[in-house]
């Protein structure tokens, strides 16, 4: 340990921390002794973002560690939090330590130091706070396979009398934690604590590896149905919580998970936790959907307020579509809540009610239009254009703008020629440029070619946004035949810097016309931006119908991710599939795992659904 006074025996001038010198430090140190409460809470708050930022540590950190310890033990009224955050400074994953960079690396002398200032601090496991004894233990955790040899047996012999004689059973489970770095079995998972038992159970489960027995599956679930309420306090390596590293567990064994979820879900979904472990293994296991909607589904009446309950119907409403054909049961569920008088809930729920294809949606929708109802229902509705085009003429004639007048804009691609209905909307989104780049795509694929239109296309071509620029200059082709302006006009943005990516993607339309762009695309084909070159290889193809130097580009930019999904869509239009990147699409097509990770607020098609279907129909090609 150091005190204060040592401070100025330290070049902090010379060190940095996450904001540049060190030279504050020394100030803050000082701050952590005053009797003023909010002065120490906020030096506290400046360490962990200066010399602890986001995870990382700097060149000051470590000459912070036996200052902040000396700290520990002479300003008690900040012990817990000082604790935790010596635990943080020298958090780092035990593998880390094989590296050959760790003996230089800034963390590895934040742990030196604590390790030798460990024996000073061990005090705290008998303080009379459990807050303090909590991130006590987090401490010996975050260093404990680097203690030298002799300083096991102490510490062993400290963490066992916290173990036998704690009276906070939470504070006896960290210590079988603790134990187990030490490469210490202390309890047994039918001891008489359920804290404890939990805590063994884990331990038990990550050595195992799934699938877990099922003992201990049950031990989880039963002791495991209630959150510990200090648990958000006291991370532990990884700055992981307990609750954090409990659901990776659960995730990675989905069987397993699901069943745990489902007795959390009976016991009440305290905290929601079932639930957000069955959405979990939905999120990271393909095929999970009706196992996880059937626990949604009694989980709903559970949740304890309507943002909880909105949550839930937002994650229905994403995995309804993976399902055929959604059971009358939940799809009834849905249509009550709906119908409900909260917004909060009514809103997700009608629009799960639309995505489950229930034609009850349809007049809920058209009683109470929003932007994205009205979206959804076109893409699942699309029969009733009768019904839905005058609503989104409505919304668009009152004024939509932003994102809901994108939405309303698109919201007609599902209904073909008949969007023809909407054309004075779409020439009025164009004239005030609201909406206008969607509105000119949309008054492109309509085909109906007006004096207006075409003079606002004319101008909408001149314009300052190069998106709209383009947008506009292939709706006039389509609508007029004359190439020669959409010419020039992608001659300008494709010799230019910026995102020429988006400017390819617009090319479609324009097929064989756009042939003099050639020179313009092909050397894009070797672009460092990856996004430009899918966009490059599926602009040539869609241009010279050729697949020939395209093939190649996309195959390489083939994988589990937004433009490799892009560019495995666009190899599927040319029709080749190379030999070689078959077993790229099998693993795809028959992968257990979501490849793509989806968001239940998202908005967005499954982005991971989409690579599988790809991967299937390029397999079954010849």
């Not at 202390?186 to 331990?203: C, I, K, S």
């Not at 954090?244 to 069987?255: A, F, S």
């Not at 095929?287 to 309507?306: F, S, Y």
Request: proline share 8%; net charge negative; charged share 20%.
């Amino acid at each position: 340990m150091r005190s204060p006074a040592e401070l100025d025996r330290v070049q902090w001038h010379a060190l940095t921390h996450a904001y540049g010198s060190a030279e504050d430090v020394p100030e803050l140190i000082k701050a952590l002794y005053q009797d003023d409460e909010e002065t120490a809470d906020e030096a506290i708050y400046e360490l962990y973002g200066n010399i602890h930022h986001q995870g990382t540590v700097y060149s000051a950190s470590a000459p912070a560690v036996p200052f902040l310890a000396h700290a520990v033990r002479h300003a008690p009224n900040k012990r817990a939090e000082l604790l935790m955050l010596l635990a943080v400074l020298a958090d780092h994953a035990p593998e880390d330590v094989d590296s050959p960079h760790w003996p230089s690396s800034s963390v590895a002398a934040v742990c030196a130091e604590l390790c030798r200032a460990l024996p000073e601090l061990l005090f705290c496991l008998e303080d009379t706070e459990r807050e303090v004894r909590r991130a006590a233990l987090r401490v010996v955790a975050a260093v404990a396979e680097l203690l030298p040899a002799d300083q096991h047996a102490p510490v062993v012999a400290q963490l066992d009398g916290v173990y036998a004689t704690d009276p906070v059973p939470a504070v006896r489970a960290d210590a079988v934690v603790v134990l187990a770095r030490f490469g210490r079995e202390a309890a047994a998972v039918d001891g008489p604590l359920p804290e404890v038992r939990l805590a063994a159970a884990m331990l038990a489960v990550a050595r195992s590896g799934p699938p877990y027995p099922a003992d201990l599956v049950d031990v989880i679930a039963e002791d495991g149905a209630e959150p510990d309420p200090g648990d958000d306090d006291f991370p532990w390596s990884g700055t992981a919580t307990q609750e954090e590293q409990l659901r990776r567990l659960l995730t990675e064994d989905p069987d397993a998970g699901l069943t745990v979820a489902a007795r959390w879900i009976a016991a009440g979904d305290i905290g929601s936790r079932g639930s957000w472990l069955a959405e979990e293994i939905a999120g990271t296991w393909r095929d999970r959907e009706p196992a996880v909607l059937d626990l949604l589904l009694a989980a709903l009446p559970q949740q304890r307020n309507p943002r909880a309950l909105a949550s839930r119907l937002h994650t229905i409403g994403h995995l309804i579509e993976y399902l055929r054909e959604p059971d009358a049961d939940l799809r009834d569920t849905l249509y009550r809540y709906a119908a409900g008088a909260d917004e909060e809930t009514a809103g997700p729920a009608l629009l799960a009610l639309v995505r489950s294809r229930d034609p009850r949606a349809l007049e809920q929708v058209l009683h109470r239009p929003t932007s994205q109802l009205l979206a959804a229902a076109a893409r699942h509705f699309p029969e009733a254009a009768d019904q839905l085009i005058p609503v989104i003429r409505g919304e668009l004639a009152a004024g939509a703008t932003g994102n809901e007048g994108i939405a309303l804009v698109e919201a007609l691609a599902p209904f073909g020629a008949a969007a023809h209905q909407a054309l004075p909307e779409l020439v009025v989104c164009l004239r005030t440029r609201s909406a206008a780049i969607v509105a000119a795509r949309r008054l492109g694929a309509i085909g109906i070619a007006t004096r207006e239109t075409i003079d606002l296309l004319c101008e909408a071509a001149q314009s300052s946004d190069l998106a709209l620029r383009a947008a506009a200059a292939v709706a006039h082709y389509q609508l007029t035949g004359d190439v020669e302006p959409a010419l020039r006009t992608f001659e300008g943005l494709l010799s230019g810097a910026g995102q020429t990516h988006w400017y390819l993607s617009a090319l479609e339309p324009l097929g064989i016309a756009a042939a003099p762009l050639l020179p313009y695309i092909e050397p894009m084909l070797g672009a460092r931006y990856e996004w430009t070159r899918m966009a490059a290889a599926e602009a040539l193809h869609w241009i010279t119908g050729s697949p020939d130097h395209a093939v190649p580009v996309l195959v390489d930019l083939v994988g589990p991710t937004p433009v490799g999904v892009r560019a495995l869509k666009a190899l599927a239009a040319t029709g080749q599939v190379p030999e070689e990147l078959r077993p790229t699409l099998r693993s795809f097509a028959f992968s257990p795992l979501r490849l793509i990770h989806d968001s239940p607020l998202s908005g967005q098609d499954h982005p991971d659904e989409e690579l599988r279907t790809l991967a299937r129909t390029l397999l079954a090609a010849p």
